[in-house]
């Protein structure tokens, strides 16, 4: 009895060891900033110049406009960029796992691609694809589709669907290397069994894929609904927030408050836990509704 | 295809891994050198060509008393300045900050009131200035003392093509000390001769109206009360941009590169900002000898206004938490406060004009600029600048301006121009906390 403890108690210990250091690394560097900022939140005051104001932070985010625009536009490209580029990158991953397919390691490697690209440089050059005299422009008028050109991002909608095709471009691939590895631990033989009950692709896709796929589709939608949440290259460089602060994400609208103007620190964090609520809120609710077993 | 697929995997992570180390390493280069030794001086700046090049002449010309005097110059963008600047004050790390910085006067106020102890008053400090243009001294004074060394002007200028000019029947001249209505009823007949637009601008950006609002001598702000819905000038100036973009003589681009863009490849002919902008307008070499440069409209029946205006703009501000306060006083006072030879070496190649009144004497400013069709433009310039209106651009300049871009954008897309002014007013309130 008292040498199994021992033996229970030395290999804790030594587990205990191990993942000391990366948990002391994660207190320090990540929980640490956490609950200052926390404190933080419910200070107020411009620059060094702080006092202790209770929930005023909080209760001044329901007055605050420009918040709500924000959080208007992020939840815009959340509803309508995350259903999108999951639903493609499936498909995608569905073709690319075909074993008929040829040249499939290249497929592969060109739509993963963009996700290596630097969030700045691809935003820089959507910027200039989507220009009054760029690339989209001169293609819809070459082939009469327009006949004047779209000035794409300094009007309001066109600007959010540039950010929602940028967003698409950037991260279906890497969504797809998830929904690939998962589509490799699905047994062919299930594929064949269906097939010979005449089922058709898509009956396969709806009956096996996707509820197989199930753990993945939950696991990206989440990665994904929080990447959305926290979005900040992409406008800062696509549009800087403009036209009119109609493409602005929540995130830029954070650092604004503590770089562009006047530094509210205190204000800034509590936008900050305002999206921490969210995101957990919704990874909670897909948790509970993604997972009936 | 597993093995692929963690090929791929692994690919990916040193692909990521790269990039993190790149920008790693770029952290390490910003942060080094911040301590100087006794006779060293540290100096944040952001432009090779321009505000750097300046500063290590600077540095020659004061090493020639001075021969133990060294200078470092780390190369830091206007944005990084900004937010090093915040995160080191606020966090108490004042070690990581240099010496000397630049500031944009657009955000010296701001900073200056937010951190006073961290600038240095310069106002008794021995440097004279009542020899620099006095609207400069003004954007760098806060609660009456003066924490910077102006440094470029931003004095506003109309730069036009005078050969698309003379297709149409004009001359420069036919632009000089005129009204906005006057240069709208100019342009249209260009446009309708010629088929090329004068101007263009950023869409979205308010420099052009805070350019015509400064040239009334008023500003969003009346002492510490907002004058924004009620401010003459303002509604006078929003009327100009909406009738400049809404009768085409102005085209709307979306970012910088596009706007430097319009003038370089001569769909536009003409520039209309701070006279900062006349090296981006020699950028083509072809267009030489076409250009020439005369003074900005000015706002139709409204008081105190006049042909002359700044936009942008920089100072060099000492830091309180220097070891070396006394040297860089001394450093910025016998060189950007006191040396003829320094703007005189500097103005050919970075075209850096000066706000200090004697540079104007330097001979260089007497140069016939041969892409200015042998027009004396740095002399004109500093004639231009003596003449712009003081204005404080205040604590709360960026929230303004960005919320009259905003308003701006919504009047051209139809909004009624009251309600957008009050909204932006509403917005510029809040974010004040009020």
């Given at each position: ?10 290999l804790?210990t ?8 990366a ?9 640490w ?25 909080y ?9 709500h ?6 939840f ?54 989507f ?5 989209i ?119 604004n ?37 | ?19 993190s ?36 002449e ?12 060294k ?24 070690g990581?900050?240099p ?12 900073n ?38 102006p440094f ?12 698309v ?23 249209k ?21 805070m ?37 085409k ?69 000492v830091?309180?938490?220097s ?90 897309s ?21």
């Amino acid at each position: 009895m008292n040498a199994r403890f021992k033996t229970k108690f030395k290999l804790s210990t030594i587990g205990w060891i191990f993942i000391l250091p990366a948990t002391l690394l994660l207190l320090l560097t990540k929980f640490w900033p956490i609950i200052r900022a926390l404190v933080l939140s419910f200070q107020s005051g411009v620059g060094l110049n702080t006092s202790f104001v209770g929930a005023k932070n909080y209760i001044r985010m329901l007055h605050d406009n420009l918040l709500h625009t924000s959080i208007f536009n992020t939840f815009f490209y959340l509803l309508l960029q995350v259903p999108i580029m999951l639903i493609i990158a499936i498909i995608l991953a569905v073709i690319l796992n075909d074993s008929r397919l040829k040249l499939k390691g290249f497929f592969r490697t060109a739509i993963f691609l963009p996700c290596a690209t630097s969030l700045v440089s691809y935003a820089i050059i959507f910027r200039s694809l989507f220009a009054r005299d760029g690339f989209i422009n001169l293609i819809l008028m070459k082939t009469n589709i327009i006949n004047n050109p779209i000035n794409w991002l300094s009007s309001p909608w066109p600007a959010r669907i540039v950010i929602i095709i940028a967003l698409t471009w950037r991260w279906t691939g890497y969504n797809m290397i998830f929904y690939l590895a998962g589509l490799q631990s699905i047994d062919p033989s299930i594929y064949e069994a269906a097939k010979i009950d005449g089922a058709s692709a898509f009956t396969s896709l709806r009956k096996i894929t996707i509820p197989l796929l199930k753990p993945m589709i939950l696991l990206t939608s989440i990665t994904s609904i929080s990447g959305t949440l926290q979005l900040f290259d992409e406008t800062k460089n696509l549009t800087n927030g403009g036209p009119a602060n109609s493409t602005i994400s929540i995130s830029q609208y954070i650092y604004n408050l503590s770089f562009a103007y006047s530094p509210q620190f205190g204000y800034a964090a509590a936008v900050s836990f305002l999206v921490l609520i969210m995101v957990a809120i919704l990874s909670f609710t897909q948790m509970k509704v993604g997972d009936r077993r | 295809m597993k093995r692929k697929l963690s090929v791929l995997l692994i690919v990916a992570m040193l692909v990521t891994m790269l990039g993190s180390c790149g920008t790693a390493s770029n952290n390490k280069g910003g942060k080094n050198n911040s301590k100087s030794s006794g006779n060293a001086l540290t100096v944040w700046c952001w432009d090779k060509n321009f505000n750097i090049y300046a500063m290590n002449e600077a540095a020659k010309i004061y090493q020639k008393d001075h021969p133990d005097f060294k200078l470092n110059v780390v190369e830091t963008p206007w944005d990084d300045v900004q937010t090093k600047l915040t995160t080191a004050v606020t966090s108490g790390q004042t070690g990581t900050l240099p010496d000397i910085l630049l500031m944009q006067d657009n955000a010296l106020a701001k900073n200056i009131t937010n951190y006073p102890k961290t600038f240095v008053d310069l106002t008794n400090s021995g440097i004279d200035f009542s020899k620099f243009a006095q609207y400069k001294v003004a954007l760098s004074t806060v609660n009456s003392k003066v924490y910077g060394v102006p440094f470029d002007s931003g004095t506003a200028v109309t730069a036009l093509r005078t050969d698309v000019l003379q297709k149409a029947g004009y001359t420069i001249n036919d632009f000089k000390n005129i009204t906005w209505s006057r240069f709208i009823e100019i342009a249209k007949d260009v446009l309708k001769k010629t088929n090329i637009p004068l101007l263009s601008s950023q869409a979205g950006s308010p420099d052009l109206v805070m350019m015509m609002l400064q040239s009334a001598g008023t500003w969003t702000f009346k002492g510490d009360k907002l004058y924004i819905s009620d401010n003459p000038a303002l509604l006078k100036a929003i009327d100009v941009y909406v009738e400049l973009v809404k009768s085409k003589v102005l085209v709307e681009v979306n970012n910088w590169d596009q706007y430097v863009g319009t003038f370089n490849t001569g769909k536009v002919a003409g520039a209309m900002t701070g006279c900062w902008i006349l090296a981006s307008v020699q950028a083509n070499k072809d267009q030489k000898g076409k250009w020439a440069v005369t003074n900005i409209p000015k706002l139709d029946g409204i008081e105190n206004a006049t042909n002359y205006s700044s936009v942008g703009g920089s100072s060099w501000l000492v830091l309180s938490t220097s070891k070396n306060k006394d040297l860089a006083i001394d450093f910025l006072g016998k060189t950007f406060a006191g040396s003829t030879e320094l703007y005189n070496t500097i103005l050919p190649t970075s075209s850096a004009i000066a706000t200090w009144g004697p540079a104007g004497t330097g001979s260089n400013y007497e140069i016939a600029h041969e892409f200015f069709e042998g027009q004396k433009i740095f002399q004109d310039i500093v004639e231009y600048g003596k003449n712009v209106p003081k204005v404080s651009y205040g604590v709360y300049n960026y929230e303004a301006r960005d919320a009259i871009g905003t308003a701006i954008t919504k009047i051209i897309s139809g909004t009624d121009k009251a309600a957008a002014l009050k909204e932006a007013e509403s917005t510029v309130k809040f974010q004040m906390g009020k």
